[in-house]
């Protein structure tokens, strides 16, 4: 996958002794990041795949009635909650076999084979890092009872030797229902503290309609913006829009002296059509036509 560097160094190619110019990294660098941010605009806006990020784990404790955005969030897809999840701080995460282990806890009071869980407060291990994890089984590893999980997927990243922090919970199958911010506001005059079952955004936080009655675990669903890229960093979209945004570059440098709105406009041009052609193109579902008939 390439770098930014990479499509830096390619887009001097187009700019070698443009008007006698001398472009550095660093101003390149950041055209790249323009064109990065006007992608993602337009991206979201489709509410494509390419800004996915598909969940982040929270905890909404006792009391609590709103929480903080994902990192980069911009835009809630859907919000999940469950009210089995429980806080370690002796747990070991270890990548051969894929287990979880903690030696105080017994798993089974929370989670079945098959549950799909996910995971906030580790080091290494979180939802937002390795994805949604399934339980294969839950099993005695000698020290405890059921204070071992098994994890069907290779993710489980080595972390800790029993002093590690995480908190567990499974995805749940009730969802948090999105309303206005003003019907949240209306509600909490009725219903003081209870499950949550409507969200709205309120600034940089999720609020919800109720005091939380009881430890709930958090799934969320969300768009996610780009990072700001530096030189070393891997282009995003696994390379899909390289050459897009190495064009983009080449637009911006070579608009560098000038108004840059007309760059602007003919850059998100260039990006609505690439998005919409590859958006048919990944959507496109062959039908086969029965020749039974």
């Known amino acids: 996958m390439a770098t930014a560097s990479q499509i830096i160094a390619s887009a001097r190619y187009d700019l070698k002794e443009y008007k006698g ?36 784990s929270v905890a909404l404790s006792t009391g609590q009635n709103k929480i903080t955005m994902p990192t980069r969030c911009a835009s809630v897809r859907s919000i999940w909650y469950d009210t089995n999840l429980v806080t370690c701080t ?36 979180d939802t937002d890092d390795i994805g949604l994890l399934s339980i294969y089984s839950i099993g005695d590893d000698g020290a405890g009872s059921n204070n071992k999980l098994t994890i069907n997927e290779d993710v489980i990243v080595d972390e800790g030797t029993a002093d590690a922090t995480g908190t567990l919970m499974k995805v749940g199958s009730n969802e948090v229902l999105k309303e206005s911010l003003d019907y949240i506001y209306y509600l909490r005059k009725f219903a003081a503290t209870g499950s949550p079952y409507y969200w709205s955004y309120e600034g940089t936080n999720i609020v919800f309609d109720r005091q939380a009655d009881d430890d709930y675990g958090l799934t969320i669903h969300y768009n996610q913006k780009a990072a700001t890229l530096a030189t070393d960093d891997n282009m995003p979209y696994n390379g899909e829009f390289d050459e897009k945004l190495r064009a983009a570059v080449v637009m911006f440098a070579k608009q560098r002296n000038n108004e840059l709105d007309s760059v602007d406009i003919a850059i998100e041009r260039m990006f609505n059509n690439a998005v919409m052609t590859k958006a048919i193109r990944r959507n496109y579902v062959p039908v086969f036509a029965k020749l039974d008939f």
């Open 90 to 125: 002796d747990l070991t995460f270890t990548a051969s076999g894929d287990t979880i282990i903690s030696a105080a806890t017994d798993f089974s009071d929370y989670f079945a084979a098959n549950d799909t869980i996910g995971i906030s407060g580790s080091t290494s291990n």
């Open 21 to 56: 110019q001398k472009m550095d990294t660093a101003e390149l660098l950041e055209y790249l990041n323009r064109a990065v941010i006007i992608l993602d605009g337009i991206l979201i806006s489709k509410d494509s795949d390419w800004v996915h990020k598909n969940a982040i």
